[in-house]
């Protein structure tokens, strides 16, 4: 165990953006988890350790204070998960030559079956930069304590690049299908301003003409930034008030939806108007896309209640303080997010490809190391 786990410069990296997260001024899944990639990266290059333990437990230590200060934000405490992966597969690389350590006893697995068709990126082996520093990847060396960091440092810095690129790319990777999944003159009903859904509807305007319904998500009423973006790209637009989703589901064709997070169960925390929407889509058989990078993926269940994440807006905005007889008499609950279950979820489509509700646990298992679920 390193005796200074963070050194000065980094305890005011991180405080600064633990800061920046309790005060809010870091809002938003991609934003929130690109700032703890360059956070991470900034600890790592300043860092000293002599073994994989200490490296382990300095971006545990990060990760567990920028949770602490903002935890309804998931992505932060994926994107640690997720470095920590990246970490171990690179240090098990340099080691022992091979990026897949135990590829003989999967091979047999039905996750290798699936995925036969589809290889992911990091399962292929990169020996011929690795196999060098194995040969000079000395752990605890007493004669020169940083070697062990020295070599292992810019290897790091490549797979923290490889994160930080697919965050900055997940809209266009996530988008660039949108044609096979929309098709001509589709009615689809959306619910407030999703960045991802934006891009994809954006994505598929050029190839399939559709008409795109937005319920206006009162009373944050996202929605209307939402109808004027889509409509300045063309893309034949109508707001609508929440009020009115059951009774337009009949013509609808798809319902897309944004997330917040993807919990391990298939289940999903959604801006307010989500659950609302999927079920009147239930009811009329109406199938229900959810469209979100693979960073939203949160090995985490639904702990709380059944109509949020344990994070509610202000409710003045549903019930004012104008309204005097009414404040003291009743209970006002402004939810940011509404928890949609998995049965009402008919596919995710991420940056990897499109997945049921029922394969999420494969896809959280590949990303993140089961020890890391609890930081």
Request: charged content about 25%; glycine content about 4%.
């Amino acid at each position: 165990m390193a005796t200074d786990p963070l050194s000065v410069a980094n305890q005011r990296v991180v405080e600064t953006l633990a800061s920046r997260l309790r005060r809010r001024q870091v809002v938003g899944s991609r934003e929130t988890a690109l700032e703890t990639v360059l956070v991470l990266r900034q600890v790592i290059s300043k860092a000293r350790f002599s073994n994989i333990d200490q490296l382990v437990e300095i971006i545990r230590s990060v990760g567990r204070k920028l949770v602490e200060a903002q935890p309804k934000e998931h992505t932060v405490g994926n994107t640690v998960r997720k470095v920590l992966h990246h970490i171990r597969e690179e240090y098990h690389t340099a080691s022992q030559g091979t990026a897949v350590v135990s590829t003989s006893k999967d091979t047999l697995s039905i996750a290798k079956f699936v995925l036969q068709g589809q290889p992911r990126k990091q399962n292929v082996p990169q020996k011929t930069t690795l196999n060098k520093s194995q040969v000079m990847l000395k752990e605890n060396d007493e004669d020169d304590p940083d070697a062990f960091a020295r070599t292992l440092k810019p290897v790091l810095m490549e797979a923290i690049q490889d994160v930080l690129d697919e965050l900055e790319t997940v809209y266009d990777n996530i988008s660039k299908n949108a044609k096979d999944h929309i098709h001509s003159d589709e009615i689809i009903l959306t619910i407030g301003k999703s960045s991802t859904v934006e891009a994809f509807l954006k994505a598929a305007a050029p190839y399939r003409k559709h008409t795109v319904i937005i319920a206006d998500t009162a009373p944050s009423y996202s929605g209307h930034d939402m109808a004027q973006s889509l409509s300045s790209a063309g893309i034949s637009t109508v707001l609508v008030p929440d009020s009115s989703i059951y009774a337009l589901m009949s013509r609808i064709n798809k319902v897309m939806l944004g997330a917040h997070a993807i919990l391990a169960n298939g289940g999903m925390f959604a801006i307010t108007g989500s659950l609302l929407a999927a079920t009147a889509a239930r009811a009329h058989s109406t199938p229900v896309v959810v469209c979100a990078g693979q960073f939203k993926l949160t090995p985490q269940w639904n702990l709380y209640h059944e109509y949020g994440a344990l994070d509610f807006a202000d409710p003045s905005s549903v019930l004012g303080f104008e309204e005097g007889n009414l404040v003291d008499k009743v209970d006002v609950v402004n939810p940011f997010y509404d928890y949609v279950r998995p049965e009402l979820i008919d596919a995710f489509i991420t940056n990897d490809g499109d997945h049921p509700p029922s394969s999420v646990y494969r896809l959280i298992k590949e990303a993140y190391d089961d020890e890391d679920y609890e930081l």
